[in-house]
T-cell receptor, first 114, second 111 residues
Framework: NAGVTQTPKFQVLKTGQSMTLQCAQD?????MSWYRQDPGMGLRLIHYSVGAGITDQGEVPNGYNVSRSTTEDFPLRLLSAAPSQTSVYFCASSPRSGGNQPQHFGDGTRLSIL | TQLLEQSPQFLSIQEGENLTVYCNSSSVFSSLQWYRQEPGEGPVLLVTVVTGGEVKKLKRLTFQFGDARKDSSLHITAAQPGDTGLYLC???????????FGKGTLLTVNP
C-alpha cells in the first residue's frame, strides 16, 4: 500500500498566488487532517475531516480551505499565499477519529512563499 | 487550546547513554501518543497510552502515562545512533477530533 501520498514535495510561490496541496490515502480511512510544522512551533492542526463531505477548522485555519468529496482525497487550498504560510505541510489519516487511533502521515510538502 | 510542553527541547548524547524525555500539561488527556520523525519524513507512531499509570515498552524504549493523565515520559536505555530524531508527544483532550502536539525533543545520539 502507498499509505498517505502528498504532492508536490516542494513548491515555491509568489505572494498572492493560489495553489492546492494534494493528499490521497488508500487505506479507506475516515479521518484526515492537515498540519503545518514550523521551527520551534511543533505541528499545528489546520483543518480536519471526519468523513466525506464533513470538514472543520483546527487551530490555525485562516488562509486555508479544504474539501472532502471522496474518502480518499483531502486537498488543502491556499487562497492568496502569504510569506507567513511558508512551512512544511503534513497530511495525516487514521481509521476513525479519536486519540487512540494511529495517525499515518505523508512525507510532507515543503512550501516557500516569496 | 490544551498545551503539551516537551522537555528538553534539544538533547545530544553519546551512544550507550540513557535518557528521558518529558511531556507535561496542566490539562487531562484521554490518551497520549508518541511519534518519532526523521528528517524529510512525516512522524511515525511509536505508542499510544490510554490509562493513567500505564507503562508500555518497545524494545529499549519505555513509555509511561502519568496517574492523573496530565503527563508522560519516554525513557531510552542504551541509546543508539538509529534513535536520532525528533520525538513528539500528542494528546487528545476535550475534543475527540483535534490532536494537540508538543513542540518536540530533537535527540542526537553520537557514535
Amino acid at each position: 500500500n502507498a499509505g498517505v501520498t502528498q504532492t508536490p514535495k516542494f513548491q515555491v510561490l509568489k505572494t498572492g498566488q493560489s495553489m492546492t496541496l494534494q493528499c490521497a490515502q488508500d487505506m479507506n480511512h475516515e479521518y484526515m487532517s492537515w498540519y503545518r510544522q514550523d521551527p520551534g512551533m511543533g505541528l499545528r492542526l489546520i483543518h480536519y475531516s471526519v468523513g466525506a463531505g464533513i470538514t472543520d477548522q483546527g487551530e490555525v485555519p485562516n488562509g486555508y480551505n479544504v474539501s472532502r468529496s471522496t474518502t480518499e482525497d483531502f486537498p488543502l487550498r491556499l487562497l492568496s499565499a502569504a510569506p507567513s504560510q511558508t512551512s512544511v505541510y503534513f497530511c495525516a489519516s487514521s481509521p476513525r477519529s479519536g486519540g487512540n487511533q494511529p495517525q499515518h502521515f505523508g512525507d510532507g510538502t515543503r512550501l516557500s512563499i516569496l | 487550546t490544551q498545551l503539551l510542553e516537551q522537555s528538553p527541547q534539544f538533547l545530544s548524547i553519546q551512544e550507550g547513554e540513557n535518557l528521558t524525555v518529558y511531556c507535561n500539561s496542566s490539562s487531562v488527556f484521554s490518551s497520549l501518543q508518541w511519534y518519532r520523525q526523521e528528517p524529510g519524513e512525516g512522524p511515525v507512531l511509536l505508542v499510544t497510552v490510554v490509562t493513567g499509570g500505564e507503562v508500555k515498552k518497545l524494545k529499549r524504549l519505555t513509555f509511561q502515562f502519568g496517574d492523573a493523565r496530565k503527563d508522560s515520559s519516554l525513557h531510552i536505555t542504551a541509546a543508539q545512533p538509529g534513535d536520532t530524531g525528533l520525538y513528539l508527544c500528542a494528546g487528545l483532550g476535550g475534543s475527540n477530533y483535534k490532536l494537540t502536539f508538543g513542540k518536540g525533543t530533537l535527540l542526537t545520539v553520537n557514535p
